[in-house]
């Protein structure tokens, strides 16, 4: 297997960052779902959130370098694909890895867009019709990216982090972005915050880290999903420095909602939520 090769190297810019979405894999609405957000979701466009999703680039020019961390069902809402220069997949989830279908003949009919994953996913993507058909058809290219590898990314560094994730893959991947003055970190969909993350979230000056829950009783079969409560994380978090950002939020999580207690007590205590259209210069 090889390392991965990233072409693009330090032009000098500093790089920015975009949030494209901030929900969990199912988005909001959510299919089936009757709750007040979803349902105020499904009658007000403006009420509709995107699948967790982060843009790299250089500019907002036509033709600036861009990669993509999460190719999520909302893909074609999210970017403008003319120029896509690589795509990185962190695991085999909905809203990790079905965007790549888009890149496919049925959808832009790409020409070798590299795609960043570790064995799992390029294991995932082999097995797997309609997705082998995108590295037969070589609408993607895989290119290995695996624990420590890091890689120069327009004047910044993107280095991969796995950790422990239940469900479809062994582990999943996250992402300490450094820029010339700031690093950031992006774990967007994880089980539990393990020691290891922990320390990336101290190490980073911005980290936006899975906040799909806000406590253990949101829903019934949270033990089959569980991921980090919120309200959990912050207390855990309280004393670390770094500027937080909470994303793949659940569309049953009250911080969706902009004038809820638990939104209010989360930013009273210096938390965010990663609003879409939000940017980092890094
Ligand atoms: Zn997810
Ligand atoms: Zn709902």
Not at 10 to 30: A, C, F, R, T, W
Not at 116 to 130: A, G, I, S
Not at 154 to 168: A, F, L, N
Request: hydrophobic share 30%; charged share 30%; glycine share 8%.
């Amino acid at each position: 297997m090889m390392r991965a090769d990233f072409g693009i190297t330090g032009k000098g810019y500093s790089m920015k960052i975009e949030v494209l979405g901030n929900v969990q894999d199912g988005g909001v609405p959510h299919l089936g779902c009757g709750c007040k957000t979803c349902e105020e979701a499904r009658e007000k466009p403006r009420k509709r959130r995107y699948s967790t999703s982060l843009l790299l680039k250089e500019d907002d020019e036509d033709d600036a370098v861009r990669y993509l961390i999460d190719a999520t069902p909302d893909i074609r809402f999210q970017i403008n694909a003319t120029y896509l220069d690589g795509v990185f997949v962190p695991h085999s989830e909905l809203g990790h890895i079905t965007g790549l279908l888009y890149l496919g003949h049925e959808g832009i009919d790409a020409s070798k867009i590299n795609v960043y994953c570790n064995e799992p996913v390029e294991n995932f993507l082999m097995k797997n019709d309609p997705f082998r058909y995108l590295v037969d058809r070589e609408n993607i290219e895989i290119q290995s990216f695996e624990e420590g590898d890091s890689c120069d990314v327009q004047g910044g560094e993107v280095e991969v982090r796995e950790i422990p994730h239940s469900h479809i893959s062994r582990n999943t991947a996250s992402y300490m972005i450094k820029g010339e003055n700031k690093k950031l970190y992006y774990l967007g969909d994880i089980n539990e915050f393990n020691d290891d993350a922990i320390e990336s979230i101290e190490e980073a000056d911005i980290a936006i880290i899975d906040g799909t829950f806000w406590s253990r009783d949101e829903i019934d079969r949270f033990d089959e999903v569980p991921h980090p409560p919120i309200q959990e994380s912050m207390e855990a978090m309280e004393n670390i420095d770094t500027k937080i950002y909470f994303t793949h939020i659940n569309h049953t999580n009250p911080v969706l909602e902009e004038n809820s207690e638990e939104r209010k007590e989360l930013e009273e205590k210096g938390f965010h939520i990663a609003e879409k259209g939000l940017e980092f210069q890094l």
